[in-house]
Nanobody
Framework: VQLQASGGGLVQAGGSLSLSCAASGRTFGRYVGWFRQAPGKEREFVGTTPWSGGNTYYADSVKGRVAISRDRAKNTVNLQLSNLKPEDTAVYYC??????????????????WGQGTLVTVSS
C-alpha cells in the first residue's frame, strides 16, 4: 500500500490544521498511525486508529488537542490538530501496518509509511 500525507503548512500558535493520509494500491492495514519527527529528535508517536473501527489511541503530549478520523469512502485517515504550539513543529508521517495492540505506539510496528508533511507552528 502507498500512503500520501498532505495538509501541512505554517500556522500560528493556537491555530488548527488538518492533515490527511490517503492510501492507494491497497487499503490500510489493521492500524493507521500518525507519528512526527522534529529536527534532531526521534520519531514520536502521535496517535493511531484501527482501520476497521474501534478505539483510537493518542500520545499524552497531544491528547485533547488532536483527533483522528477515518473516511472509508475516500480511503483516507485524517489528523485534526488544534491549539497548536511551537513544540508541535515537525514533519508528520502517517503509517499503516498489522500491528498488535501492545506495539501500536512503536514505529517498528508499521510497515508502510507516507513521505511526511511539514507542520510549522510560529509563536
Amino acid at each position: 500500500v502507498q500512503l500520501q500525507a498532505s495538509g501541512g503548512g505554517l500556522v500560528q500558535a493556537g491555530g488548527s490544521l488538518s492533515l490527511s493520509c490517503a492510501a492507494s494500491g491497497r487499503t490500510f492495514g489493521r492500524y493507521v498511525g500518525w507519528f512526527r519527527q522534529a529536527p534532531g529528535k526521534e520519531r514520536e508517536f502521535v496517535g493511531t486508529t484501527p482501520w476497521s473501527g474501534g478505539n483510537t489511541y493518542y500520545a499524552d503530549s497531544v491528547k485533547g488537542r488532536v483527533a483522528i478520523s477515518r473516511d472509508r469512502a475516500k480511503n483516507t485517515v485524517n489528523l485534526q490538530l488544534s491549539n497548536l504550539k511551537p513544540e508541535d513543529t515537525a514533519v508528520y508521517y502517517c503509517a499503516t501496518g498489522n500491528a498488535i495492540l501492545s506495539t501500536i505506539r512503536e514505529p517498528r510496528a508499521y510497515t508502510s509509511w507516507g513521505q511526511g508533511t511539514l507542520v510549522t507552528v510560529s509563536s
